[in-house]
């Protein structure tokens, strides 16, 4: 198993577009991919075509732990982004945050 994160506060430097294209990528390759989907702005979900309302996000990965939110889509599995998700950092601290996602995914991570 192997997490890669795209990640920068910068916001329009391609890591949407990154990520969407190393999880492409992979799933060429025929590796079971999850693609996790942290932006409030929730492009990468739309790329994926995946739901937001009325089914598990990140949001509801980070605040509750809940982990029934992975959905799959014909583009591959993906934790949607939720707009809800720039309220997080309001209900978290930094640390917390870290360490609900870390706690999520190594529940999760078996499947990937």
Known sequence: MKIIAVANQKGGIGKTTTALALA???????????LVDLDPQANASDNYRAA???????????VSGDTDCIQTTELGDIIAGDPALKDASKLLDGV????RLK???VSIAPNY
Request: hydrophobic share 40%.
């Open 24 to 34: 492409t990528g992979l799933q060429r390759l025929k590796k079971k991919t999850l």
């Open 52 to 62: 937001i309302e009325g089914v598990g996000t990140a949001y509801d990965l980070l």
């Open 96 to 99: 917390s945050a870290a360490y």
């Open 103 to 105: 706690k999520g995914l």
